[in-house]
């Protein structure tokens, strides 16, 4: 089975440095995404790692450590829009998702 | 154009009574899904069709009947609802289940449907 962990609520300030972990034990790996969901809305796809090391995507990057089952989300330049869930999820035979960091970001 | 839709958006409804979300994805998908996102915001797979076949069913009660006609369609039917069957449901899908690739494994939304049980 999957079991994956992430801090339930962090907060920042505009204009900061972020980072969401996320750790996971998992029968089969292939793959760690991460998802965006703002309040009422769908999740929506943010970035995906296979191998370890850092993935960049403009102000997202996250990383993955298969090796300590580890990874994170690091959100740069913080804008009040970047108020959200973030949801870590592992693909195994499907994908599981954890239960959401709730992200405020402060003016 | 909405690439994955869901009908209805908000769904209220009495207890007992028998209801259904309908799903259509124009992605040319072969696997859709569906979640369920309670109110402490844990998103729970419950369902998962391959190409109109059932793969996944999670321990889900079994007043819940997915239906798929169509690899593009993928409905909900839930009999005789209960309180706790309030949730936001939301229909998902993919390229391929159990993919090597991992980008098959990416995930497109539908909005959701708000059901809430009375």
């Known amino acids: 089975g999957q079991n994956i962990d992430q801090p339930t609520e962090m907060t920042a300030t505009e204009g900061a440095i972020v980072q969401i972990n996320c750790t996971y034990q998992t029968s089969g790996f292939n793959g760690l995404f991460w998802y965006q969901q703002h309040a009422g809305e769908a999740p929506t796809f943010l970035s995906y790692?296979?191998?370890?090391g850092l993935e960049e995507k403009g102000r997202f990057s996250s990383f993955l450590s298969r090796s300590k089952g580890y990874s994170y989300l690091l959100l740069k330049e913080l804008q009040m829009k970047d108020s959200a869930s973030y949801l870590c999820a592992v693909a195994g035979g499907q994908l599981t998702f954890g239960s959401g960091t709730q992200l405020t970001v402060l003016p | 154009d909405t690439a994955v839709s869901q009908t209805p958006k908000y769904l209220v409804t009495q207890m007992g009574n028998d209801k259904s979300i309908k799903c259509e994805q124009n992605l040319g998908h072969d696997t859709m899904y569906w979640y369920k996102q309670d109110s402490k915001k844990f998103l729970k797979i419950m369902f998962s069709y391959n190409n109109k076949e059932l793969i996944i069913n999670e321990t889900v009660p079994n007043r819940f009947s997915p239906k798929s006609p169509d690899k593009a369609h993928l409905n909900l039917h839930i009999n005789s609802l209960e309180l706790g069957d309030s949730a936001v449901y939301f229909c998902?899908?993919?390229?391929?289940?159990?993919?090597?690739?991992?980008?098959?494994?990416?995930?497109?939304f539908g909005p959701g449907t708000r059901l809430t049980v009375t």
């Open positions: 998902a899908s993919s390229q391929l289940l159990r993919a090597t690739r991992p980008s098959s494994h990416e995930q497109y």
């Open positions: 790692n296979v191998l370890d």
